[in-house]
């Protein structure tokens, strides 16, 4: 097995600038690039104390997006990750930590967490998972044709929570009007998000 090096949050972002462009199409790897540096503003606004490691988990949320069902379901079983009740369209947010500890020793909780989370939203997220679940919104190809986009990426620059609120309400609203089901998480998250915005309104 290759012996992998291990390399600063700057390395990494070098490295991933190239290998990530390898995995996707060149309109993914354009929201790619808008959520981490939305995912990096986000960070400098509510002062998280290392935002180009926002950056850099922007970088790499989507990097199994576009891979065919059995990548996935072979990273899962490889590493006995249970994902029972998860929709195909989340796979990608599972596999990808799994995929970037395989195949590169990139290997880091906090991201992994983050990556992990970006698409469902989850029951306990910390303040880097929000960063990158709003990120992920404001950076997405929806976001892109809005004339609100400025303004809400300046509220979400005020308070998170109004934009994991956006993404959590157009995600609920996006699945019913395809009469899909919505996962709990998503349910949870927008409540929570809800929830904040209220008390500090
Ligand atoms: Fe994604
Ligand atoms: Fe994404």
């Given at each position: ?46 002062s ?64 992994q967490?983050?990556i ?33 986009l ?9 308070n ?42």
């Open positions: 097995m290759e012996e992998f090096k291990i390399k600063s949050i700057e390395e990494w972002i070098q490295f991933f600038k190239v290998e990530v462009p390898k995995h996707v199409t060149e309109t993914r790897w354009e929201h790619i690039l808008r959520v981490a540096n939305l995912a990096e503003s986000l960070a400098v606004s509510h998280y104390p290392n935002p180009k490691k926002a950056y850099l988990a922007g970088l790499c949320h989507d990097i199994t997006k576009q891979k065919k069902k059995e990548i996935h379901e072979e990273l899962f079983s490889e590493y006995s990750l249970d994902v029972t009740g998860v929709p195909f369209q989340a796979y990608h947010a599972y596999s990808a930590p799994l995929f970037l500890k395989k195949n590169f020793g990139f290997y880091d909780l906090e991201i967490s983050a992990q989370n970006h698409t469902l939203g989850n029951l306990k997220p910390v303040f880097f998972d929000q960063i990158l679940y709003a990120a992920d919104f404001l950076g997405s190809d929806y976001c892109q044709r809005l004339s609100e400025k303004e809400w990426i300046q509220k979400t620059k005020e998170l929570y109004f934009g994991i609120f956006m993404k959590a309400f157009q995600t609920i609203s996006f699945l019913m009007e395809k009469k899909e089901s919505i996962h709990p998480h998503t349910f949870y998250t927008y409540n929570n998000a809800q929830q904040s915005l209220k008390e500090m309104n």
